[in-house]
């Protein structure tokens, strides 16, 4: 192999052809082939984000594909995140890092500024890797948007990269789609197209066939695969995409479990280790009236906590939690959703909103005061349920109560990652369940989870917590002792990690029955 790696590039016909998913097994498939990968996205707008070992923040669909790769996920891989804040402004963040909150015209004409930034990212894993496989986002056709791109063909030009288009059929009109953005390309950039692949295809591709050749008599370039529908447990790339249209009820399980869909819900991929469980039907409620019959009540993350608990207390979501509560239905605060759970959340300096501060639902004795600087870190912590006001020390530590979703997990060990930008200070009688003992790798102690006197309300900043099999086993099980189902209705929780894993080797066969790999890898110059 040559010193600096070889690329490819992945563009789309618009948002949620596939680019991700194509991105994610191009990546598994060179790794399997004996190649170092790394994958790449200049700029990606999401609110699923993910921690680097360093505490720095970067895109989910980044280190998802990275973890396809056998690649330790970096903030090189996804330089530029937004995250949408409002419906005009989102959160910026650089190389890991937010530099603040801009409107779309204001980082339209800033992001010229972060050409050197992307450029060194892009460097830094091409010297050290075999083959970076970079994404592209939304459509290369945008013509309003090509001043001055960094993510599409600027992108392209940036890495002199080759480009596979890639088109969705499910959703009808993909010749016009492949066609239209073919020709909005100026010519240097069509030049750089060497391949299209057409995702999502259902039914006899025999009678596809003869619009594949018109296709490409049309376009003057390959059609290199049809890649079939295919559904895979891996976690979605963003809130952009329609990632709830599939996500109905899933059957009669023994459990209803209510994801309270926020307006600027994010991080959501936390609850995906809940979503594949037999046993278990999952509801993203948008409504009172969806909560009702819950087992189980989760309020999210969330990108503005205080407009987001507006929003909930504004069209009766607020009232029917705390309804629901008292007649016994357990609640689960994620991040956001912890701080939701508390007496006030402050906002003086308007780092998330202009509303300033706002009450709390009033389940939780403690209150949450924003802060500029965010708070990014991998964690690992044990539950271990203290007595109020304790310090939590392991003398101290008491059994939670038989009918807790706690009950028997004491001594269990947790890990995932905090985003926020919140400091919560707990009151005198706030009862600890939950100590961090693990930062960004250095030992630390502090406090992380509160629970409500009666046990029937907890939360935490830890995203990813439904990651771990034992807490997610011992919750879920605790549910369905206080319905008072039998042993036979236990659900069985696998480890999330085995599951991806199988998951990216089923896509990568996929993929490789469906596209001709051996074309792309000469397109590259790696044949």
Excluded: W
């Excluded at 999401?46 to 505490?55: D, P, Q, W």
């Excluded at 259902?202 to 619009?211: A, K, M, N, S, T």
């Excluded at 960004?440 to 102690?445: K, L, R």
């Excluded at 894993?501 to 896509?507: D, F, I, P, W």
């Amino acid at each position: 192999m040559s010193e600096r790696a070889k690329s490819i590039m992945i563009q789309g016909t618009g948002s949620s052809v596939g680019k991700s998913l194509i991105t994610t097994a191009l990546c598994r498939i060179f790794r399997e082939d004996g190649l170092s990968v790394a994958p790449f996205k200049s700029q990606n707008m999401a609110l699923n984000s993910f921690v680097t070992k360093e505490g720095l923040e970067m895109g989910r669909a980044q280190a998802v594909q990275a973890e396809a790769a056998c690649a330790e996920p970096e903030a090189a891989m996804n330089p530029i995140l937004l995250k949408p804040a409002s419906d005009k402004k989102s959160q910026v963040i650089v190389m890991g890092k937010p530099i603040g909150c801009m409107a779309a015209v204001e980082y339209f004409e800033y992001k010229v500024n972060l050409i050197d930034v992307i450029s060194d990212a892009y460097t830094s894993l091409a010297d050290s890797y075999d083959v970076v496989v970079i994404e592209g986002a939304g459509s290369p056709a945008e013509i309003n948007l090509n001043k001055n791109d960094i993510v599409n063909m600027g992108m392209a030009r940036i890495a002199d990269a080759p480009v596979l288009l890639v088109g969705d059929i499910d959703r009808g009109g993909v010749f016009a789609a492949i066609a239209g953005t073919m020709m909005l390309l100026p010519d240097e950039d069509k030049k750089r197209v060497m391949g299209v692949i057409i995702n999502k295809f259902r039914g006899d591709i025999e009678l596809l066939r003869p619009g594949l050749k018109m296709l490409e008599d049309i376009i003057k370039v390959p059609v290199l695969g049809v890649v079939p529908y295919t559904k895979v447990s891996i976690e979605d790339e963003d809130s952009l995409a329609d990632m709830f249209s599939e996500r109905a009820p899933k059957g009669l399980g023994a459990i209803k479990a209510s994801i309270v869909k926020l307006p600027r819900m994010s991080d959501f991929s936390d609850f995906k280790p809940i979503e594949i469980i037999e046993n278990v039907s999952v509801t993203y409620a948008t409504s009172a009236a969806e909560l009702k019959g819950s087992d189980l009540i989760i309020i999210p993350g969330t990108e503005n906590t205080i407009e987001d608990l507006a929003y909930i207390r504004n069209n009766g979501m607020e009232a029917e939690i705390i309804r629901m509560n008292r007649e016994g239905a357990p609640v689960i605060g994620i991040c956001g959703g912890y701080q939701m759970l508390g007496e006030m959340i402050t906002d003086s300096k308007h780092v998330e909103s202009k509303m300033g501060c706002i009450a709390g639902m009033g389940l939780l004795p403690m209150k949450t005061t924003m802060k500029e600087e965010q708070v990014t870190a991998r964690v690992e912590g044990v539950i271990s349920y203290a007595s109020p006001g304790a310090l939590q020390a392991r003398h101290d530590s008491l059994q939670a109560p038989p009918d807790s979703l706690l009950a028997g997990l004491d001594g269990t060990r947790v890990k995932g990652y905090e985003i926020h930008m919140g400091v919560t200070e707990f009151g005198a009688h706030a009862r600890k369940y939950l100590t961090v003992d693990r930062e960004n790798g250095v030992d630390v102690e502090k406090m992380d989870g509160v629970i409500s006197e009666d046990a029937s309300v907890f939360g935490t900043y830890l995203h990813g917590i439904f990651d771990n099999p034992e807490f997610t086993r011992g919750i879920l099980n605790n549910l369905i002792m206080r319905k008072g189902l039998g042993e036979a209705e236990a659900v069985e929780v696998k480890d999330f990690g085995e599951i991806k894993e199988m998951e990216y080797k089923r896509l990568a066969g996929i993929v490789r029955e469906s596209v001709d790999i051996a074309a792309i890898k000469k397109i590259m110059g790696l044949m």
